[in-house]
């Protein structure tokens, strides 16, 4: 017996062994990854103190003999560094800057090795923000025939998971480079899409994207704790999430998770088994299922702090005359995502989308006179989970007859997750930069494009220097140079306003414009394509297209016009103010058939401002002036959550960029 538990010791002692000695890369790196050109490729992992490492860039060229026309393949060394690891275990290797190509092999040798296929030299962008970064091509305007066309095998796509740290971590859970194609393109970033897809018509190289990105979050929570840690309104949440301890307080919420369910934690979906979704069933015995209220979020009624999946079902009697003509269902608004049934049928799903209303509609075959069963699969991802809205949006309309089905459902938590950290990515600073940004770092890039600002609207003034300070924070952990940073202005967005009055976001376009005085940044307007109704545009080509005209400017040096027309000085003269633009390219144009340019207002000392009418009368200047204002002080273009009149552009046909001539006081802080 001694005998055999000495050789099981032995056993695990050289597994041990064996687990510490292998080499391990972070999961950024992996087969049909695309590496960044013309700077020293960095290569970093983990193994064993000590342990000698070698990275090769590899090729595969065939040679053909002429004189028996056989073909064999050698392999042709690009590139190679070494590195001994270090006595935390780490590891770092910098490949020889290369010029673009592909398909190579980059070999990871040490005690063992690996190989990573298909890799590319090009360029390699991150793609970063909130929800309209994050927003997912297979939704977008014309999205079916962009989804079809998202065949291009050398642009590479790589999806970092959402994740909450409280400190910065090494690595990412999962993630693996994927070739752009329909099927891996459909629920990737929209806008570096198109970013991407239009560098590389352009440029004719390898793309590779990096979307790390989440719906409605603070640019403090993508900042390093070096950097927010200086900012005085965030000194104390940081010395609270420093000192917090995490572990003891998941263990607390476990405890209060399985007190609301009444026993474990469900780790996998209950309703669905072996891929089928057994909850949507009918005939389904529910009587030992809660009751809930919908519209109205789980967490309002008891289920606290529980995200995943529940299951809603609710019994829908019809007569025979109304199943003769199709039904439409209006569930109102589901967060985050749903798969809706009607007698065990899938009649409609939506992912992702909190704040869409959700209206299928049901072919009359599927209705049954009678007893009818909904039933709605609603996955949580974080926050806020269920139906919700105004009880007059949940409805089914069959016909010109509207029948209620809002008030008592059916309802089970059928999965719940508790998160490693339970805290929001807008808990405290820092929270993603741990999670999502320096598990990437310092993989080597070109750039960032960022679509962040609307979580920050509400402190426009304190994002003039947090803004900043991101991008110099990136850049100092990056240490690759002031690498370029392109950024989207805020769209239109919000019901227009019948006169001139202070605006959040305006405020907010305003901090971005003047972001764009640190060097290699660049800033794409979407002041015309946003929609009064929806925070998230649908139009995602030409933020991804002007995108790109910024990266051809500031990332390439290319000499176009990559910008609309930008507010440059100002004279008050006669009662008029006369308004010159640089960035005007081939001349001012107007988008009106009457030729007068809108979205202007303008000011006298008494800080009352009024429409006013503009002209532009020459190449580069506009002409403002009202018959209300007879001294003007100050001019604004634009100034509104959404300008919707906007009608000033260059000839290149890029929107004029928002500005004001004053420096008063804002609504911000």
């Not at 025939?145 to 409280?166: C, G, K, M």
């Not at 971590?169 to 570096?192: K, L, R």
């Not at 110099?472 to 940073?485: S, T």
């Amino acid at each position: 017996m001694k005998m055999k538990i000495h050789l099981l010791y032995v056993l695990l002692f050289a597994l041990v062994f064996t687990v510490k000695a292998e080499v391990k890369l972070p999961k950024i790196f992996s087969s049909n990854m695309v590496l960044q050109q013309g700077i020293e490729i960095p290569v970093w992992g983990w193994a064993t103190e000590g342990e000698e490492i070698s990275v090769s860039l590899l090729a595969q060229k065939t040679k053909v003999d002429f004189g028996t026309g056989e073909k064999t393949t050698v392999t042709i060394l690009l590139a190679n560094a070494k590195a001994t690891t270090d006595s935390d275990g780490k590891w770092m290797a910098k490949l020889p800057a290369q010029e673009y190509g592909g398909p190579y092999t980059l070999m990871i040798k040490g005690k063992n090795t690996i190989s990573l296929k298909n890799v590319m030299i090009g360029e390699v962008w991150v793609c970063s923000g909130q929800s309209n970064m994050e927003w997912p091509l297979a939704q977008v305007k014309n999205a079916d025939e962009e989804v079809d066309a998202a065949d291009h095998p050398n642009i590479r796509l790589f999806t970092v998971p959402r994740r909450v740290a409280q400190f910065p971590e090494e690595d990412i859970e999962s993630g693996e480079w994927m070739e752009c194609t329909p099927q891996t393109a459909h629920n990737f970033s929209a806008v570096g899409y198109f970013f991407g897809k239009a560098l590389k018509e352009d440029l004719d190289v390898p793309i590779g994207l990096i979307h790390t990105s989440w719906g409605g979050t603070v640019a403090e929570t993508w900042t390093s704790a070096q950097t927010i840690q200086n900012d005085s309104d965030f000194r104390e949440p940081m010395i609270e999430l420093q000192q917090m301890n995490l572990e003891e307080y998941k263990k607390n919420k476990e405890a209060e998770i399985r007190k609301i369910l009444g026993g474990e934690i469900p780790t996998e979906d209950k309703g669905m088994q072996d891929g089928k979704p057994v909850w949507s069933d009918p005939e389904l015995n529910d009587t030992d299922w809660s009751k809930i209220i919908a519209p109205g979020l789980w967490e309002e009624q008891g289920y606290i702090d529980i995200d995943g999946v529940a299951w809603y079902r609710k019994e829908l009697d019809l007569t025979e005359d109304q199943t003769q003509t199709n039904m439409n269902l209006h569930l109102g608004k589901i967060d985050d995502s749903d798969i809706t049934f009607l007698n065990g049928i899938e009649i409609g799903k939506t992912e992702n989308q909190y704040n869409k209303e959700r209206v299928y509609t049901i072919d009359k075959k599927y209705l049954n006179p009678g007893k009818n069963m909904i039933v709605v699969r609603v996955n949580d991802t974080g926050g806020g989970g269920g139906i919700w809205g105004a009880p007059e949006d949940q409805y089914v309309a069959i016909g010109q007859e509207k029948i209620d089905i809002s008030g008592d459902w059916k309802f089970k938590i059928s999965k719940a997750v508790v998160q490693d950290i339970n805290l929001g990515p807008n808990s405290y600073p820092t929270l993603l930069f741990n999670g999502m940004i320096n598990p990437i770092v310092p993989f080597g890039i070109k750039g960032v494009i960022w679509y962040q600002g609307e979580s920050n609207a509400g402190r426009a003034k304190q994002y003039q220097r947090v803004f900043p300070n991101l991008i110099n924070d990136w850049r100092a952990q990056w240490n690759q140079g002031d690498f370029p940073f392109l950024f989207v202005q805020l769209a239109n967005y919000m019901k227009p306003v019948q006169n001139p009055t202070d605006s959040e976001w305006a405020e907010l376009r305003e901090a971005q414009t003047k972001t764009l005085e640190l060097p290699n940044t660049g800033m794409a307007s979407a002041i015309d394509i946003g929609e009064a109704d929806d925070i998230h545009p649908r139009n995602k080509q030409d933020v991804g297209k002007r995108l790109a005209l910024n990266a051809f400017k500031v990332a390439y040096g290319k000499d176009i016009v990559y910008t609309g027309p930008t507010f440059e000085s100002v004279e008050f003269k006669d009662g008029k103010a006369y308004i010159t633009f640089s960035e005007t390219g081939s001349g001012l144009a107007v988008k009106d058939k009457y030729g007068y340019v809108k979205a202007f207002s303008i000011a006298g000392a008494d800080r009352q401002f009024y429409w006013a009418k503009a002209e532009v009368i020459n190449k580069n200047t506009v002409v403002v002036y009202s018959y209300a204002v007879t001294d003007p002080v100050a001019v604004r273009f634009g100034w509104a959550n959404n300008p919707d009149d906007l009608n000033l552009y260059n000839l290149e046909l890029l929107p004029a960029n928002p500005f004001r001539t004053d420096d008063w006081p804002g609504i911000t802080k």
